[in-house]
């Protein structure tokens, strides 16, 4: 098994969970234990009289246990896991039982139709689509128009009288943006109704700041044709076209051993999106692996923030690429214990590098170098030793916590741009790494 | 920036009512309209404001928190800080105390937290002051709220300073801190400011005197004893009774010895008096001061009197524990006596009395030597009573731990919860995997409480489990 215990909690999708799964890591719970290249399995003893037959796809990893727990993966396959992670002499190595091997089998089966269904959803109809196309492209036409008006309508009557708004003025015209097939630029305008309601302070600035990069979106698209290549896809992929996943597999991939630097998730309306951060060690290179789960699902919990993983990613076509996908992972993970960090002045140039070459790419990551976290008049802010400063974006606990980490001694922190501050999403102190 | 600021002025206004600022980053077609100009020029203003960021220079940096000597512990157990900050929180005294005593100190990314769950809740300073390390109080000293957990100032001028001029919180730490380090230091500046502390900081003062307490203290309790707050004077009355050689406890002796006596006759019993009257010199030591309920006026200075004499009179008098605590009296008085004992055990914190007394005051389990106190805690336990087993925290020792199994899988029989749930927070670590097995093997369809079961079965399990993997992670 390749699974570190901490790599195990992970994987577990609430405290509670973790602390049960913790709990069920005793050999004593168990019977028929094993595992093999692909899967582990074995037979847990619950209240019930019949034990819960517990099983794990490694591969994915996939959960299949037949207690009736609706958290997934539920406390039994955490358990297992634990115990295959810590105690690996327990769970023998063998072939796997009728049960395991049926629903490996199944397993295998449904991804063959997938991908034979895929094929056949592919398969070329090339005038058919050419047309799709073209009334997509006349749809969203349409909708940049009437955005455009409500926009400069926006501006006409001032922010004072828009921030007066309730949510539906907002919402009214997102949902339009939706049905002109404008999912980025629907995306977009809640966003400014989220500001116009943040009771911030500078909640004018802000407003202005994203209503003008709209504008700018809106006039870059209108001229795309005269836009070099790259950027003419990230403005299509901004107002809301989805790059297929087999087009960027198909792309150059990039192979290094990537250090995943920290995870963050924000919750949507009914969708949770992940953003896990990766930096490649020989070159630096930063990717984005960005995934949804529909709320109460899983996210996808295979990279564990605090490891270095030897694989292949593939990245999505921009003029600042960042966001990537994983292609294939070579080795099991590794601890990470230090953060390749640049100066600030390093760290602000590259995010003006990226904003030069990609303006709308305001949430990109930063990972600072020897710096010492210090709270001044209530604000947290970090410093170089004799250098410069970064304002953070964290609530006060979250400050305490890293005061308190670094001792008032340089560490390395990692974090997104939010505006002019950077949100503090994990550091590395001492050789330890903590997510924040 | 004032183009900027000029650009934000007229947004919020609206076109309509401002025209927008002449000057522009950008280059928009001379057709385009006002709000497009205002729009798009705001746009490249906010770019090139942001990507032609200057760092601000950093400001006077921290002194760093000197080294600390104390390993931080095992991943394992920084995770298991984590869970219990979610939810079961009433185990985090309990894991604490267990880091503490293997040597760890506390994750520095968690100080934060735990100094500030210790403000809140002032039960658990004690144990997360004994896992700070130097981190901690470094990190103490830089908010207020936490001064009860800061390092005190090195230098004599700075501690007189503080002491002088400081905030409540502070001087009560450096009190606190140098009663520790020179008890005589600490009570001088005690005298030397006594007359200008309010009389909430001079109870305050009075509670914070017991640790490092000697004769020297004595003229300054004496003092106390004749201040006109009441409950100032019962706590230098407490605290005079601790010191067995001073003024205060002889008068005490000798009036406890005139009032009771032992009859050494066929059956040996007590012979006790009530004081005839109030006179001055007991008033002026504080007797009279409190009334015990349900004793009469006297006999309630008479378990005053017992309450404030040092409990080693009775020995030297030839009255042991055991016999003082139940020998009969003339009249029904060994009550009154009794309860004057019960007083004094608690204020002396002395093992082997507040063992002799633990039928009579359950609560001074906390004080009786631990493998007594669990014994007793769970005959009560047995009985129905919690008291005794809520007063001795846990772990108890691993003998009465392994006595406690078998009433344990009695109580879950019995589906009491309350009871099941105390005995399986304060088992000894080293019986709880056997306390498991014991539990698994237990069929609910067998027990009394039937299918109901299950769930306390199943609960509990998970204590047992939690706890015993929580002192493994620290091994």
């Known amino acids: 098994l390749n699974l570190t215990a901490e790599q195990v909690a992970g994987l577990a999708p609430d405290a509670s969970s973790l602390k049960a799964g913790r709990g069920l890591a005793g050999e004593r719970r168990w019977t028929g234990l094993g595992q093999s290249e692909r899967?582990?399995?074995?037979?847990?003893?619950?209240?019930?009289?019949?034990?819960?037959?517990?099983?794990?796809?490694?591969?994915?990893?996939?959960?299949?246990?037949?207690?009736?727990?609706?958290?997934?993966?539920?406390?039994?396959?955490?358990?297992?896991?634990?115990?295959?992670?810590?105690?690996?002499?327990?769970?023998?190595?063998?072939?796997?039982?009728?049960?395991?091997?049926?629903?490996?089998?199944?397993?295998?089966?449904?991804?063959?139709?997938?991908?034979?269904?895929?094929?056949?959803?592919?398969?070329?109809?090339?005038?058919?689509?050419?047309?799709?196309?073209?009334?997509?492209?006349?749809?969203?036409?349409?909708?940049?128009?009437?955005?455009?008006?409500?926009?400069?309508?926006?501006?006409?009557?001032?922010?004072?009288?828009?921030?007066?708004?309730?949510?539906?003025?907002?919402?009214?015209?997102?949902?339009?943006?939706?049905?002109?097939?404008?999912?980025?630029?629907?995306?977009?305008?809640?966003?400014?109704?989220?500001?116009?309601?943040?009771?911030?302070?500078?909640?004018?600035?802000?407003?202005?700041?994203?209503?003008?990069?709209?504008?700018?979106?809106?006039?870059?698209?209108?001229?795309?044709?005269?836009?070099?290549?790259?950027?003419?896809?990230?403005?299509?992929?901004?107002?809301?076209?989805?790059?297929?996943?087999?087009?960027?597999?198909?792309?150059?991939?990039?192979?290094?051993?990537?250090?995943?630097?920290?995870?963050?998730?924000?919750?949507?309306?009914?969708?949770?999106?992940?953003?896990?951060?990766?930096?490649?060690?020989?070159?630096?290179?930063?990717a984005l692996i960005l995934t949804f789960a529909p709320a109460g699902r899983p996210l996808d919990l295979s990279l564990v923030p605090g490891t270095v993983v030897d694989a292949t990613l593939a990245f999505y076509p921009s003029a600042s690429p960042l966001r990537a996908l994983m292609v294939e992972q070579h080795s099991a993970p590794e601890p990470l214990d230090s953060l390749p960090g640049l100066g600030v002045a390093d760290a602000l140039e590259q995010r003006a590098q990226r904003l030069a070459s990609q303006p709308w790419l305001w949430r990109s990551p930063s990972c600072l170098q020897d710096v010492v976290p210090v709270n001044r008049a209530g604000t947290w802010l970090v410093a170089e030793p004799d250098g410069r400063t970064i304002e953070l974006s964290c609530e006060d606990r979250l400050g305490w916590r890293l005061a308190g980490l670094s001792g008032g001694r340089p560490v390395a922190l990692f974090g997104e741009w939010r505006r002019e501050r950077l949100r503090p999403i994990s550091a590395c102190a001492e050789g330890r790494f903590v997510s924040l | 920036v004032s183009d900027w600021d000029?650009?934000?002025?007229?947004?919020?206004?609206?076109?309509?009512?401002?025209?927008?600022?002449?000057?522009?980053?950008?280059?928009?077609?001379?057709?385009?309209?006002?709000?497009?100009?205002?729009?798009?020029?705001?746009?490249?203003?906010?770019?090139?404001?942001?990507?032609?960021?200057?760092?601000?220079?950093?400001?006077?940096?921290?002194?760093?928190?000197?080294?600390?000597?104390?390993?931080?512990?095992?991943?394992?157990?920084?995770?298991r800080l984590e869970l219990l900050f979610g939810e079961r929180r009433e185990l985090l005294a309990e894991w604490l105390r267990a880091l503490e005593r293997r040597g760890f100190r506390a994750p520095p990314e968690h100080l934060a937290d735990l100094l500030e769950g210790a403000t809140a809740g002032p039960e658990l300073r004690d144990l997360v002051e004994a896992v700070l390390g130097e981190r901690g109080s470094w990190l103490a000293a830089q908010q207020p709220r936490w001064a009860w957990a800061a390092p005190i100032p090195d230098g004599e001028d700075d501690r007189e300073r503080m002491w002088a001029t400081g905030e409540r919180a502070p001087r009560q730490r450096l009190f606190t801190v140098l009663r520790r380090i020179d008890p005589g230091a600490a009570r001088r500046r005690l005298e030397e400011s006594w007359r200008q502390e309010s009389s909430d900081d001079r109870l305050w003062f009075l509670s914070a005197l017991g640790e490092g307490l000697s004769a020297g203290d004595e003229p300054l309790l004496e003092r106390a004893l004749r201040e006109r707050r009441r409950d100032v004077r019962t706590a230098a009355a407490a605290l005079l009774s601790r010191l067995p050689e001073s003024a205060f406890a002889r008068r005490m002796r000798e009036r406890a010895l005139a009032l009771v006596r032992v009859e050494r006759g066929l059956r040996k019993r007590l012979r006790i008096d009530l004081p005839d009257a109030l006179d001055e010199a007991m008033a002026a030591d504080g007797i009279g001061d409190q009334r015990a309920q349900g004793l009469g006026e006297r006999a309630g200075w008479l378990a005053q009197i017992v309450g404030l004499t040092p409990l080693e009179a009775w020995d030297v008098s030839g009255v042991s524990p055991d016999q003082a605590a139940n020998l009969r009296a003339n009249d029904g008085l060994e009550q009154p006596f009794r309860l004057g004992l019960v007083q004094a055990a608690h204020v002396q914190r002395d093992p082997r009395w507040a063992s002799a007394l633990l039928d009579l005051a359950p609560a001074l389990a906390a004080i009786a030597p631990a493998e007594r106190a669990a014994e007793f805690a769970l005959a009560r336990l047995r009985e129905g009573y919690l008291d005794a087993a809520v007063a001795l925290p846990a772990p108890w020792p691993p003998g009465p731990s392994a006595r406690g199994v078998a009433l344990l899988v009695e109580l879950i029989g019995a589906d009491d919860v309350r009871r099941a749930r105390l005995l399986a927070d304060r088992l000894h670590p080293s019986v709880l995997p056997e306390a498991s097995a014991l539990l698994e093997r237990q069929d609910p369809d067998d027990l009394e409480a039937g299918p109901r079961a299950r769930m306390l079965i199943a609960f509990i399990s998970k204590t047992l489990t939690l706890r015993h993997d929580m002192y493994q992670e620290l091994e």
């Open chain 1, 39 to 286: 899967a582990v399995w074995g037979l847990c003893q619950g209240s019930g009289a019949k034990p819960y037959q517990t099983q794990v796809d490694l591969s994915v990893p996939a959960f299949r246990c037949s207690c009736p727990s609706r958290k997934f993966p539920c406390k039994h396959a955490l358990g297992l896991l634990f115990l295959a992670a810590e105690a690996p002499a327990v769970v023998p190595p063998g072939e796997p039982p009728d049960w395991v091997a049926e629903w490996l089998a199944s397993r295998e089966d449904r991804t063959e139709r997938a991908q034979q269904s895929n094929a056949r959803k592919t398969a070329p109809d090339p005038e058919a689509r050419a047309r799709r196309e073209a009334r997509r492209e006349e749809r969203v036409t349409a909708g940049v128009e009437e955005l455009e008006r409500w926009l400069h309508d926006l501006a006409r009557q001032g922010l004072a009288q828009a921030r007066q708004r309730s949510y539906g003025f907002w919402d009214e015209q997102a949902a339009r943006l939706v049905d002109a097939q404008a999912p980025g630029l629907a995306g977009r305008v809640r966003g400014l109704g989220g500001v116009a309601a943040s009771g911030r302070e500078a909640w004018a600035e802000a407003l202005l700041e994203d209503a003008g990069l709209l504008e700018l979106l809106l006039i870059a698209y209108r001229r795309i044709a005269t836009l070099p290549e790259p950027l003419q896809v990230d403005v299509r992929t901004l107002v809301g076209w989805t790059i297929a996943q087999e087009d960027v597999l198909r792309g150059p991939a990039v192979r290094d051993r990537w250090a995943v630097l920290g995870r963050s998730i924000e919750e949507e309306e009914r969708l949770r999106v992940q953003r896990v951060w990766l930096q490649a060690t020989q070159t630096s290179r930063q």
């Open chain 2, 6 to 79: 000029d650009h934000v002025a007229v947004a919020l206004l609206g076109t309509e009512r401002r025209a927008p600022p002449s000057q522009s980053l950008v280059s928009v077609s001379k057709s385009s309209s006002a709000e497009q100009r205002l729009l798009a020029s705001a746009g490249a203003l906010a770019l090139y404001r942001h990507a032609g960021r200057v760092a601000p220079p950093a400001p006077e940096l921290p002194v760093p928190a000197p080294p600390d000597t104390r390993p931080i512990c095992p991943p394992a157990a920084v995770l």
